[in-house]
């Protein structure tokens, strides 16, 4: 069972720039390629970026170019560098994690997911 606890969140001006850390711990967390999602008030839950055990990385497309994602197999951390925030960046994210089996394709589906961190509040203020 693998748990997760999301940090970094809080109140930012646009234009700034806030870090997420994601710690895992209980289980072989290299093995699991790991996801960041967020969700805006009255809104889904949207995907924001993964990086697979493998180290390969992939956007939606409203972030790329802005956010990065990172992961560190050692201390058992992913990071979310979010840099040139806006308002529309505002909601709550989460961390999450998924088996990666090699060879197959990225999954990105909330439903897709083993297991979720209970999220860390982002807040940019126009």
């Known amino acids: 069972q693998v748990q997760l606890v999301e940090s970094g969140g809080g109140l930012v001006q646009a234009g700034g720039s806030l870090r997420l850390s994601c710690a895992a711990s209980?289980?072989?967390?290299?093995?699991?390629?790991c996801l960041w999602f967020r969700q805006a008030p009255g809104k889904e839950r949207e995907f924001v970026a993964t990086?697979?055990?493998?180290?390969?990385?992939y956007f939606e497309d409203s972030v790329k170019g802005r956010f990065t994602i990172s992961r560190d197999n050692v201390e058992n951390t992913v990071f979310l560098q979010m840099n040139s925030l806006n308002p529309e960046d505002t909601g709550v994210y989460y961390c999450?994690?998924?088996?990666?089996?090699?060879?197959?394709?990225?999954?990105?589906?909330?439903?897709?997911?083993?297991?979720w961190g209970k999220g860390t509040l982002v807040t940019v203020s126009s």
């Open positions: 999450a994690a998924t088996m990666d089996r090699p060879g197959t394709a990225m999954l990105l589906a909330p439903r897709s997911m083993d297991y």
């Open positions: 209980g289980g072989a967390f290299s093995i699991y390629a």
């Open positions: 990086i697979r055990r493998n180290g390969a990385t």
